[in-house]
């Protein structure tokens, strides 16, 4: 089915600020951020993706729904965090590692109540356990890092969902003279 010239407008202004925001995203983790701490190119390349990741993850249709995933991402991020730090605090990257606390992580969110967050958990862990394994002087800065760049990853994507939204009802053909809404209204 065909969409109508409105809705293709609203979807190619939400794609643009996506597109936008992951650009910023990327830049802002491996320009700015990497002048705070920087453990190597390598590791401020992958600070960008998990940072462009974690934008794209809850750029959502609408606020809320950005929100929850917002809070999913967090919260699997955080469980991830813990576990890895513990771990590469007293033990280097091995593949053994990786595939306990890969499991560890999505049993730990399982057991507290957020089921559906095991994934990211898991998905969080690798990324952090493989970063260390890439990055090993200091690996227990991983989890600190990959932190960091997910919150501001979180920040940026519920950002810019909420001005796509706002940006496709600015453009919105207006119809019997209503007046154009103002952000979260």
Do not use: N
Not at 60 to 76: G, Q, Y
């Amino acid at each position: 089915m065909l969409r109508s010239w409105g809705e293709a407008r609203e979807d190619l202004v939400k794609a643009a600020v996506l597109a936008a925001a992951a650009v910023c995203s990327y830049l802002l983790a491996t320009g700015v951020l990497s002048r705070l701490y920087s453990a190597s190119r390598a590791d401020d390349l992958i600070g960008g993706l998990w940072t462009l990741i974690s934008t794209v993850f809850v750029f959502r249709d609408s606020h809320e729904h950005s929100v929850a995933a917002a809070i999913s991402r967090v919260s699997a991020t955080a469980a991830s965090f813990v576990l890895c730090l513990i771990y590469l605090a007293f033990l280097p990257f091995s593949v053994w590692g990786l595939a306990i606390l890969v499991g560890a992580s999505a049993l730990a969110v399982t057991l507290i109540g957020r089921s559906g967050d095991a994934i990211t958990a898991a998905i969080t862990t690798a990324v952090v356990m493989i970063s260390a394994g890439i990055s090993p002087g200091h690996a227990w800065r991983q989890p600190i890092l990959r932190l960091a760049d997910t919150v501001v990853g979180v920040v940026i994507g519920v950002a810019a969902a909420w001005l796509a939204q706002w940006l496709a009802r600015q453009l919105a053909p207006r119809t019997g003279g209503a007046e154009p809404r103002t952000p979260g209204s």
